[in-house]
């Protein structure tokens, strides 16, 4: 089979499909989109343009199945985000609900990379591009990474936070960690970033969801406020001295009472380091997983 022709067989497979056109089908739906962008529209694209080919219309025919899935998506996540800032997905029921999309990716304990839960957590917080940093870095800062959302999900259950917990996430780059763990806990959250832009589009995430006890501060994390704070969360933002002089902040914090650290990434080895925490289970310091400190 030439390559147009498996091409136009595997489009009409998922023209075909109409199970991809029921809203509950989300992962079906991600799956088809990945493989129309990559084995399909790219795959079109690598191909030589004869005359009398059948690539323009091949091609029109997937960017117009895009359109279609990813206007399922769009209207689904408008009804989710209603439902949010009515009050109907908090806690319990927003696990619920996004286990209903992800079947058990929401309750699957982290691996390496991103998975499906990531591509419909940032359904609810649409960003087509990622904007331009307007902030000056410091080499020790590291470029914005993305929390896989797998993690976020198991932070909000195994810290068992209570209404006298406050989370702060510092560097928190778009916010995801912040606005998932109190949809998810109910507990009042704060995110910590630098940068002007990132701060801006969370604090305009948790504010279109009417989530007033989610806030974010444009802050350099070495000279933050973290008095509120009961509950710290670190996916790496930063490290050599950076890190030392934010840990030096939290120690002093611990001292007038009790603190818990939560982290994930290579930062988490600097911090089973410090003689101030201590990790309940030591064989779980490893950098690909989140590790539980306390003060």
């Not at 988490?268 to 310091?285: F, N, S, Y």
């Amino acid at each position: 089979m030439l390559p147009a022709q498996a091409i136009a067989a595997d489009l009409a497979e998922l023209e075909q499909n109409s199970a991809l056109r029921e809203e509950l089908n989300f992962a079906g739906r991600a799956e088809a989109l990945d493989f129309l962008d990559f084995h399909i529209i790219d795959q079109l694209a690598s191909l030589p343009q004869a005359p009398n080919s059948d690539w323009p219309a091949l091609n029109r025919r997937a960017e117009l199945l895009k359109q279609q899935l990813e206007a399922i998506d769009t209207a689904l996540f408008d009804r989710l985000r209603t439902g949010i800032r009515s009050g109907q997905y908090r806690g319990a029921a927003f696990r619920a609900m996004a286990k209903t999309f992800v079947g058990r990716s929401a309750d699957a304990k982290p691996q390496a990379g991103y998975d499906l839960l990531d591509v419909f957590t940032n359904g609810l917080f649409p960003l087509p591009v990622l904007p331009q940093e307007t902030a000056a870095r410091e080499p020790e800062m590291v470029h914005y990474q993305k929390t896989p959302a797998r993690v976020i999900f198991e932070l909000a259950e195994s810290a068992a936070l209570t209404r006298n917990d406050v989370l702060v996430d510092v560097g928190a780059g778009l916010g995801h960690v912040a606005l998932l763990v109190h949809l998810l806990s109910g507990v009042p959250a704060q995110g910590i970033e630098i940068e002007p832009i990132y701060c801006a589009l969370a604090t305009g995430w948790a504010a279109d969801l009417g989530l007033s006890q989610v806030n974010f501060v444009e802050a350099d994390a070495r000279y933050a406020d973290y008095a509120d704070g009961t509950v710290f969360f670190l996916y790496t933002p930063f490290g050599g001295r950076m890190l030392a002089a934010v840990l030096e902040r939290l120690r002093a914090e611990a001292r007038r009472r009790a603190i818990r650290l939560f982290t994930y990434g290579p930062c988490t080895l600097e911090v089973a380091r410090q003689p101030w925490l201590h990790c309940a289970d030591a064989a779980e310091i490893r950098a690909d997983r989140l590790v539980e400190f306390k003060s």
